[in-house]
């Protein structure tokens, strides 16, 4: 952890996929533990607009810092295509009464985050 800190330029979402790509990189070997099972005590599984911002910002974020701008710009439309079919899904599963319109305004926020992520590119 001294020589490869856990990334601090993110609130939340995609530091720990940063982290992994660097560890990698210094040749180190990350485990995945199908076995081992990690409960975060007063974490929520809602869909928020705060959580879906950072979500889709972070994404792009993530692919700039660790693969360069030609790749961010790469998965800039894709990660727009992502959040616009979340959008999608969750208005059709709103109107069956499946879902809380509040799911389909938090989705709309991650679609303008990540719409807004070009900034993230061009850094």
Same mark, same amino acid.
């Given at each position: 952890?001294?020589?490869?800190?856990?990334?601090?330029? &993110? /609130?939340?979402?995609? %530091?720990?996929? %940063?982290? /992994? /790509?660097?560890?990698?990189?210094?040749?180190?070997?990350? %485990? /995945?533990?199908?076995? +081992?099972?990690?409960?975060?005590?007063?974490?929520?599984?809602?869909?928020?607009?705060?959580?879906?911002?950072?979500?889709? #910002?972070? +994404?792009? !974020?993530?692919?700039? !810092?660790?693969?360069?701008?030609?790749?961010?710009?790469?998965? &800039?439309?894709?990660?727009? +295509?992502? *959040?616009?079919?979340?959008?999608?899904?969750?208005?059709?599963?709103?109107?069956?009464? !499946?879902?809380? *319109?509040?799911?389909?305004? +938090? #989705?709309?926020?991650?679609?303008?985050?990540?719409?807004?992520?070009?900034? %993230?590119?061009?850094?």
């Amino acid at each position: 952890l001294d020589q490869h800190p856990l990334p601090e330029d &993110y /609130f939340l979402y995609w %530091e720990e996929s %940063e982290w /992994f /790509f660097r560890l990698a990189e210094a040749g180190a070997t990350v %485990e /995945f533990r199908p076995d +081992a099972v990690v409960v975060h005590q007063g974490g929520r599984d809602d869909v928020r607009p705060e959580k879906a911002r950072l979500l889709a #910002r972070n +994404a792009v !974020r993530c692919i700039r !810092r660790t693969r360069g701008r030609r790749a961010a710009a790469a998965a &800039y439309p894709v990660v727009i +295509a992502w *959040w616009m079919r979340l959008v999608l899904v969750d208005v059709a599963l709103a109107l069956l009464g !499946r879902r809380p *319109w509040s799911a389909v305004t +938090a #989705r709309g926020a991650g679609l303008g985050a990540a719409v807004g992520a070009w900034r %993230e590119v061009t850094r």
